[in-house]
């Protein structure tokens, strides 16, 4: 038991050690979110003082740009959690290693919402009237108590299961089933609960015919799952980025050196089988008459330094076990190639054009002389029906955190019907508003056209329809299958739907005021760095959250290289605190 | 967020001719304490305006309990420290009560239309006798001026200004806390900081309110207020007849609203609004009583308006027009 806890607290240091290296770019990125969070907690504290009288929110507009972000936020954690559904559910192996990304994804955007409605909160001195049995909590009443137990349940699902499938790679055991499933499946539920109760929060205010409306929530979910999949299409391709870039990888795959002349091929023997079964003991479960099989459909290459092996963007679809020696992979992205891995003894590569007939994502050449066994796919295929060899096969890919196109395209499907469901409901809704004309409309005539001479949301809402209808239009296109393309469509998903959904669904609704006043809402200077705050925080959460994990998937943070000077502690010595 | 530094043999320090290690150690030290002490002065910086802070809560007044949990003696110590503050703050000692409801009392108000003639002299009365802040301004009431024939709140004027009031071809409508038996901003209170009482007045206990304006967004009367900063009051302005439910000066960040002169009116006195009105327009009195003026007004008149009654929150407040 004692072991058991020393050993997480050992983890849990190792990964805050994690968090405190990294390079120049690394440094750069969080220290530029910690000064914009603490500027941004610099004008909280004004606010804090002086109270909300530094904000743009008034007794008519008593609501602003706070609850507008936490709205927008809380469809991003719900949204980052349906990924999930792919995987489980319909066993998408394309989307496997998102998960883990969108649900930290999901934690740091709860961490965003709960900064967001504190900071809205006049005497936030007084929190602690909102615990339950210390408190006095309204609940089930209040819509609000809904929301403090649904954000708080949703946060501890999701740090639940992420950090018990890090810790469980980290100790590289198979995580218990009944530990994290059922978990799954109840954030699932849970997801789209937090944003029915974010809306119903509106939805339930009679007073307010803007919000009063029974489409608020399927809106709200529609638009969610188009900018939180959005968010993730663009995340995961930094993530792709920076995780196997190197400044060593620069320049040709050949070095520099000059074509060398083809490798030498012979024919495989059942010797290079055991060769290899020294380094993957697993070949040794495969039967001796498949292992027959496979001989007529293996070779062995011999090459020398700087000989490819195989090209980024082929689809010849071999796939290679090396023998002896140690092979680069490079990846080339926009003119420059980056060392993705360096394969030794008993390791594969090419595998995943062999199983998914994808192109090749890289470059694959020779560091040293070396011996490699290369397979076609049928050959690779038939050695994956020994269960064991399937199952490091299949890991050592995940290990190696594809981001794939393809997981990327799959988010696209998702972004693609999602917008096109949001922009319906939207459709139905003016609809309903304008055609039937009533006294309701004044709120939507207020954003949409301007009323009585004020229209400051006028600019901004067709902004965000311009916006809805480009990314809609691209997305049906297949134009957006170029990621440079999605890019662009992602990022006028997110900023229309902020928008929409954000300034366009909560400033109306107090414009004009029950008494028919009209009175507009400008965010302050104050409250927009507050926000700014949050966001970089919220940021700077997800980074280091990151920062953790992917060495971790990647199997490169893990309990067997505990105690020794660990390859991540030679830059800890240089950044962080001395360590024993 | 580079890995390399892991990826890479150990570069820089390692691979140089290792320097002697307590110069190692002494150097990774000032450099952790220089980044150290930048990042606590930053920090320093950021929290600075705190000093300027307004109302710091002192630790009795951050665990004082829930209005409806705390018992007489508590209750006793919260009204004499309330007594203690208000005076060190306004020079002047007023007396705070913690007033009950009356037993076989439920308090309704009938304002008469045909009368009102929008002098606002109501929402004035109700600001000295509130102790409503000056600066910034909070009012209770709200006086719509609306055409003759319609009772659309959408064509309400609420800064109307003319030299005399009243003007031809309009009304007056007051608007203020309507008391209502169904109230939408007690449902939505996430810390039961509001709720209404025996005698149907929806009270506020100010000391447990969070702040969070879902009641002021709740309200289809826009009846209530929020403090966005620390209320003035000018010291010769203050009401020193102070009730713990009603009148009692306010803090910065919590939602305050008519409550119908609890300080007044549970002593069997009339509302201020009431009392100052020079055309005699609105009425007050216990409904459960079939004697009172306003249940004759509610038994005689056949025509009466609830404002925005299909919400059906079922105002206590009644308007009616002599016909």
Redesign the interface.
Known sequence: MTRAIRNYFVFLQRCVCIAL???W??YA?TGLL??VS??G??AY??Q??????V?G????V??GVYIANFTFLVGVAAAAVMMVIPVYIYKNEDLHDLVIFGELLAVAAILMCLAF?TV????????W??IPGI????FP?????WD?IVLNGYLLLNVHICGYLLYCRYRKTKPGKWFYIPFVFIAIVWAVSIHTVTAF?YV?????PFWNSSIVGPRFLASAFTAGPALIILAMQV?RR??S????GLGSPEGGGAPSPPPKRRAATPDDFVLLTRYLPEIGSVPSEIRQRLLPMAEVLEVQPGDILLRQGETEDKAFFILRGCVVVKRQEGGRFR?T??AGPGEQFGEITALDGTPRTATAFAEEPSLVLSLSAAALRLLMKSPQVNKIVRSRMSERLLITDRALMTLRSIVQVSMLINVFLLANEVFKEFYSGN?HV?SSKYLFVGLKNHHALVPWIWTAIAFNLIAMVLLVLPVSRSLKWLNVTCILCIVGIWIEKGMGLVIP??I??????MMEYRPSLNETLVCFGIWSFGLLCY?VF??MS??IL?G?LCQENEGAPD??S??A??G???RG | ????????P?????SQPAPPADAM?RR??L??SAVLAT?LA??A??????????DF?TMER?LQK?YKEMTPQDMAKVLKRIEDEVEQQYGLRPQVRDLKPMAGVEYVYCLNLTRCIGCRKCVHACVAENNESHD?EIQYI?V?RLPDGSL?????E?FYAPDSVPEKGYFYMP?QCQQCKNP?CV???????TWQETDGITVIDYD???????C???????A???????PTIPKDRLNPDMAYLGNRPR?????EKCHFCIQRTRVGRYPACLEVCPAGARKFGNILDPNSEVSYILRSKRVFIQL?EE??TSPRFFYYFDV
């Open positions: 290296v990294g390079d770019r690394y990125w910690t000064a603490l500027l907690l610099n504290c004004r804090f003082a002086h109270g909300l009288i904000t929110m008034s007794d008519e008593s609501w409605v809205d909160l006049g005497r936030p001195d007084r929190f009237h909102l408190g006095q909590f309204n009443k209040s819509m609000l108590s403090v929060l339930g205010l009679g007073g307010r993530v920076v995780t870039s190197s400044s060593l060392i891995r360096t006294l004044v609704g107090f004009p005021t029950p008494l028919g006043e980074t990151l920062r992917v060495p990647q490169r390859q991540s030679n830059a010595a240089a962080a605190a001395p | 967020m580079d890995q390399n530094d892991m990826d890479k150990p570069s820089s320090p390692a150690g990774s030290f450099r952790t990042g930053a920090l910086a950021s929290l600075k305006p705190l000093l300027e802070m307004n809560p951050f829930y910034p709200r719509l659309d709140i959408d064509k309400a609420h608007v939408p449902k939505v209170c996430p810390v039961h900081a447990w309110c969070i702040g969070c304006r879902y002021e967004a709740a309200c289809p009367y826009w209530r207020r929020f403090n966005f900063t620390k803090r910065q960040g919590v939602m925005k919400m059906g």
